[in-house]
């Protein structure tokens, strides 16, 4: 017979710029019920707290929850469950998400706020690939490029729960303009914005010969990674440069990371992993060019293996541990 606390679920939540995920989570990690909205996030918090609202409703109608844990992209204040800054959703800056959660849904539900990739690397560490490792990294690769640091199996969020932006650790200073202001910033080759820009600049190159100019026409900007992915497996010779240049930049940043913090398993995760053939063998050879021997030989470089459920059970997670990672 089931104990009380066998019983008790909790919810882990995944804020996107265009989509809402959540799930019904039991406290063994088993997925029994998912739901994904609009998030509609153009339109402002405001619109996106009323969505959120209406999908915690549904996810707990006949339920008895335990917790809540919500992933979502941006700085996060994890101890006050503050927003300080989202850059998908708009009119967002210091915002009190957790007092107003609760607000909407009752103070009986303790809420739990963590950046998405922290989410993704405690996923991977609770029922992914990491399980078996007390120190990893997550790579989370999409539109830009976030990271979630495990040491001893808890959560490193740093002074000022900035850790993990991995996406602006410097690759080449000289390098290409990046949003944060900086240059050379490893999210300009290793993501979507760092594939559009390595994109446009061989296409304004017209002694640049490839399938792509003809291929990228009318496309929307969100499936470009995915032309381009085709035209390499095509055998397109500048689309395999870019994948290439792509797994170079990923490669020195994983050395990077090996060398100064000596974790056992660096994962990569997001979107972009889908292309993992064509990058990956890059990202070893430079990594191990350019890492320390010792840590180099004992790092494993690996995939996700929850994909997308990795930050949905990793904010989950959260809300079973009652604490902060």
């Not at 405001?46 to 992209?73: A, F, K, S, Y």
């Not at 100019?213 to 390499?232: D, H, M, W, Y």
Request: proline fraction near 2%; charge should be neutral; include cysteine.
């Amino acid at each position: 017979m089931a104990t009380n606390d066998e019983r008790k679920k909790v919810i882990g939540i995944d804020i996107g710029g265009t989509n809402l995920r959540g799930a019904l989570v039991s406290r063994s990690g088993s997925i029994i019920k998912h739901l994904s909205v609009p998030s509609q996030a153009d339109n402002g918090i405001d619109l996106v707290i009323e969505n959120l609202g209406n999908l915690i409703d549904e996810i707990r109608r006949g339920q008895t929850i335990d917790g809540l844990g919500i992933g979502i992209p941006g700085i996060i204040d994890s101890a006050r469950g503050v927003i300080t800054q989202a850059p998908n959703i708009l009119h967002v800056y210091n915002y009190p998400l957790r007092d107003v959660l609760i607000e909407k849904i009752g103070r009986n539900t303790a809420v739990f706020i963590e950046n998405d990739a922290n989410c993704a690397a405690l996923g991977e560490l609770w029922k992914g690939i990491g399980e078996n490792v007390n120190s990893l990294v997550l790579l989370a690769i999409g539109t830009g490029l976030g990271g979630g640091i495990i040491l001893n199996r808890r959560l490193w969020r740093g002074a000022d729960g900035m850790a993990g932006e991995i996406g602006h650790m410097t690759i080449s200073p000289d390098g290409a303009k990046c949003n944060c202001g900086n240059t050379g910033c490893l999210e300009t080759f290793t993501s979507a914005v760092g594939i559009r820009r390595m994109v446009k600049e061989g296409l304004d190159d017209r002694t640049v010969r490839t399938s792509l100019r003809e291929k990228v026409q009318n496309v929307p900007k969100e499936r470009l990674p995915e032309i381009v992915r085709e035209a390499a497996v095509e055998g397109d010779k500048f689309a395999l440069w870019i994948w290439e240049e792509f797994g170079r930049a990923l490669g020195m940043a994983i050395a990077n990371l090996v060398n100064l913090l000596n974790v056992e398993m660096v994962i990569i995760s997001g979107g972009l992993s889908n292309a993992w053939e064509l990058f990956i063998d890059k990202a070893v050879d430079e990594a191990k060019k350019r890492g320390l021997r010792a840590p180099m030989e004992r790092v494993q470089i690996k995939r996700s293996t929850l994909g997308s459920n990795a930050g949905l059970l990793g904010a989950a997670y959260l809300a079973i541990r009652k604490d902060r990672g």
